[in-house]
């Protein structure tokens, strides 16, 4: 099986959370998203952004080797309006309940 360009990039240089954020900053996205209870909000912006303002163009899971709860996840978001950013979150246990349900209700996300 043939990997497309981002996968074979990811094998190579998205080994660590800081790699892929500073990958995607140099992509274009740039700002930091929060979830809140009334949706995410743009912490670069103060904007906040229903489930069907954005769509999860990417993310990335990575596994912390020794300990489980250095699990993390960063979702590439676009929103509606042009603003680009990242959203982290931990998951299993440490995972966010507004992000939780956030995502969930995020209709369009890609790999």
Sequence with gaps: MEL??????????????????????????????????????SLSTQKTFTPDQVKITHYFRFEGESDPSDSAILYVIDAWDGEKGTLVDGYGTESDGHTTTFIKQVEEMHK
């Design 4 to 41: 497309t360009n981002m996968e074979e990039d990811e094998k190579m240089h998205m080994t660590t959370m800081v790699s892929c954020l500073a990958r995607m900053q140099a992509d274009g996205y740039s700002s930091q998203f929060k979830a809140v209870a009334q949706g995410l909000l």
